[in-house]
């Protein structure tokens, strides 16, 4: 997977009287986060989009080709991660605002509007509350997914995966100059050698002929994974006020949940190879046992068992509708964007592909009976209306406009 590359000088800003503009609006209130963030969720007036309408114009201009990736702002043409808090807040509110927008232009035909503002979904819980599972169904979905998720090679790839992230990211982005950065990137090393041990052990196709070797006063203690979250806490440590580092960092807390129901479990390559799978097989029985519906480790695990990847699923909104006859019910979840152009559009698709086939795996594993159709919506400012299909789900793309 590519890194991102981090910019703090080479976007290309529009006109600096916009932004100026910009920054009067965001200090007087006019569209400040606390001003019309609350008006946006609960518009009181029939003319309020007719007021927020302008405004979604500029900040969809000055925002354009940027998007909210993992909490930061990103560049989607090159994939420049851009430092700029005011570009940050105004990111927020064309979000939030634009979702109200659209809420209120379709409160005619949502049956029921879930999340009305931008949310991250990262927990079983909060997709079978989106799905209205019942507690009975909730029950068979962890026991349906947890086994197969909490498997010893999905649990230690998925650890590497995050810091494989982790170490390119330190490689690219001047983290030198920075305090404790050397300690960061040499906790990062161990990390990983204690996994690729892990791993090796785990992948050798020959460990069934190995027996446990003789152990001398020379011989190294044995490992426990309690060693490994010991060194997560030391590198959350380094990394926790470094903004730039901000979604590692709550990736670490996410998966030391995990390490710290297995903390007692052995890591050892001198042991034979019977023990080294009760070893495994602990860390299966444990993290099946202790990770429950409302765990993020648990979600991230699920990711990263149907996508490889342990990215986050960022919606700004999602809603139920009935179709005329009745008989099938629509999810719906959707994306504010800033641009409708090709590479913008991908990136999205993507997204939302892989929201709607985690809703629709969880979906199959609840064993619901009600027709259920999940759809894919993006709006943005002088868009088209149109639509796609994308690896068997349907997109639809709307303008936002008065009309």
Avoid at 150 to 166: F, K
Avoid at 204 to 209: A, G, H, Q, R, V
Avoid at 234 to 242: F, G, V, Y
Avoid at 248 to 266: C, R
Wanted: net charge positive; charged share 25%; proline share 2%.
């Amino acid at each position: 997977m590519k890194a991102f590359r981090h910019v703090k000088s080479h976007y290309q800003f529009p006109n600096p009287l916009i932004i100026k503009k910009f920054t009067q609006f965001v200090h007087i209130g006019a569209i400040s986060n606390h001003s019309l963030g609350e008006q946006a969720l609960n518009p009181q007036s029939s003319d309020w989009c007719v007021r927020a309408f302008p405004k979604l114009i500029k900040l969809s201009y000055l925002l354009k080709g940027l998007d909210m990736i993992n909490g930061r702002l990103v560049n989607v043409q090159n994939k420049c991660v851009v430092d700029d808090e005011f570009l940050m807040q105004s990111m927020r509110i064309l979000k939030s605002t634009g979702a109200a927008f659209v809420m209120q232009k379709m409160r005619t035909c949502v049956n029921k509007p879930i999340y009305k503002e931008t949310f991250d979904v990262n927990s079983l819980k909060k997709i079978c509350d989106m799905l209205v599972v019942s507690a009975q169904q909730r029950k068979l979905v962890r026991l349906a997914i947890c086994p197969q998720v909490t498997q010893h090679q999905i649990w230690t790839v998925a650890l590497i995966e995050i810091l494989n992230q982790l170490e390119i990211e330190m490689s690219v982005k001047d983290f030198g100059c920075l305090k404790g950065s050397n300690m960061a990137q040499q906790i990062v090393v161990n990390c990983l050698r204690f996994l690729d041990d892990v791993v090796s052990y785990d992948l050798d196709s020959t460990s069934w002929m190995r027996v446990a070797p003789k152990k001398d006063a020379d011989s190294s203690p044995s490992a426990k994974w309690s060693d490994l979250l010991e060194m997560f806490n030391d590198l959350i440590n380094c990394l926790k006020n470094d903004h730039e580092f901000f979604f590692y960092v709550i990736k670490l807390e996410i998966m030391k949940e995990g390490l710290s129901q297995i903390k007692d479990v052995l890591v050892d390559k001198n042991i034979g190879y019977k023990e080294a799978l009760h070893q495994q097989s602990l860390v299966h029985k444990k993290l099946t046992k202790s990770l429950g519906h409302s765990s993020r480790c648990l979600f991230t695990l699920l990711l990263y068992y149907l996508y490889g990847s342990i990215q986050d699923i960022e919606l700004d909104i999602c809603w139920y509708a009935e179709d005329v006859a009745g008989n099938k019910l629509y999810l719906c979840v959707g994306k504010i964007i800033t641009s409708d152009e090709d590479k913008m559009l991908m990136h999205i698709f993507k997204q939302l592909d892989r929201a709607l086939g985690v809703i629709k795996f969880v979906h199959e594993m609840a064993e619901m009976k009600e027709i259920l159709e999940i759809q894919g919506h993006l709006w943005c400012i002088g868009s088209k209306n149109r639509s796609f299909a994308y690896r068997g789900h349907n997109f639809f793309i709307h303008g936002i406009s008065l009309e």
